[in-house]
């Protein structure tokens, strides 16, 4: 384990190339010291989902059936991970990475990944720290001998405290069946506590859901701590994943994605959902920033 740690006087954040290029932390500078934004981990940790921060690519969320059907023919999919039921995040949250380019403020990673089948890809991403800023930009490129549907996202894991609140506006919100797959999706109207087009205190319950219809960007505050964060994400990532196991969790996740849970496999296909199709050499670009405001 090399980790790499950025800093700048102002944020500062680590990555761990070894396990996915993720993130051990991202703090920023508060009256003297350092305040934890993403969740503060095991910087030793062996697990992926164990990080502050994950890559999504060259897909998000899970896959049913085994694999899907694109332009005709059946893909297989192998799982991921080894205690999930279906293939989850695609395969860059866990693999090696390799340092590129690297200054005191931002490291450039690089992947090329085989599989899982049928996906042959390169991937790069940068983390960037601009005063209390922090930005992500990933990029995947297909490789295999031919086009597929890929997608992109950030899955972060945030403090979360009895007075967070999340302002996110989407239009529906998709519902999950136990397997954590899509069931339905609906009005975010009709699920008042999941509708943040408002600023509203995250819900106490168990929650796991994907929302479109965003406009790419969001807040969050902790009214206890008097810091908020600022999300803004590119055109491509104008889906949203909420996550938080319990009113009472530390921690909660909101995820800019390109795509709903399953997207390869639900009515009209992936690329009606926000997914891309690559042709052999084509690339597929997201970013997102996160801005830390002191409000008192």
């Known amino acids: 384990m090399n980790p790499v740690g950025l800093s700048n006087g102002f944020a500062r954040a680590v990555v761990r190339p070894d396990l996915g290029a993720g993130l051990t932390s991202f703090d920023v500078l508060r009256r003297g010291g350092w305040t934890p934004v993403f969740r503060s981990v095991d910087p030793a940790t062996d697990h992926p989902f164990a990080l502050s921060n994950i890559l999504l690519v060259p897909f998000s969320g899970r896959i049913s059936g085994g694999g899907f059907t694109f332009e005709g023919v059946f893909h297989p999919v192998e799982r991921t991970m080894p205690t999930e039921k279906y293939p989850i995040h695609g395969s860059g949250f866990s693999a090696e990475w390799t340092i590129a380019e690297r200054t005191a403020e931002a490291v450039a990673l690089s992947l090329d990944a085989e599989g899982p089948s049928p996906f042959r890809y390169s991937a790069v991403v940068t983390y960037r720290l601009d005063g209390a800023a922090l930005v992500m930009d990933l990029s995947v490129t297909n490789r295999a001998a031919m086009a597929l549907p890929y997608g992109l996202g950030f899955h972060p894991w945030f403090v979360r405290d009895r007075n967070t609140f999340l302002s996110a506006g989407a239009d529906r919100v998709w519902l999950e069946h136990e397997d954590h797959l899509p069931r339905v999706v609906e009005p975010v109207s009709a699920h008042p506590d999941l509708d943040f087009n408002n600023r509203k205190r995250l819900p106490s319950r168990w929650v796991n859901n994907w929302f479109d219809g965003w406009d790419k960007r969001a ?34 996740c909101f995820e800019p994605v390109s795509h709903p849970v399953d997207a390869f496999n639900l009515a009209e296909g992936p690329l009606a959902h926000g997914m891309a199709r690559l042709d052999p050499g084509a690339t597929l670009e997201g970013s997102a920033r996160f801005t830390i405001l002191m409000t008192e």
């Not at 206890?224 to 964060?229: F, H, I, K, S, Y």
């Open 219 to 252: 807040r969050i505050d902790w009214l206890d701590r008097g810091l908020a964060v600022e999300i803004e994400a590119s055109d491509r990532l104008d889906r949203y994943v909420l996550f938080s196991p319990s009113g009472d969790a530390d921690f909660f």
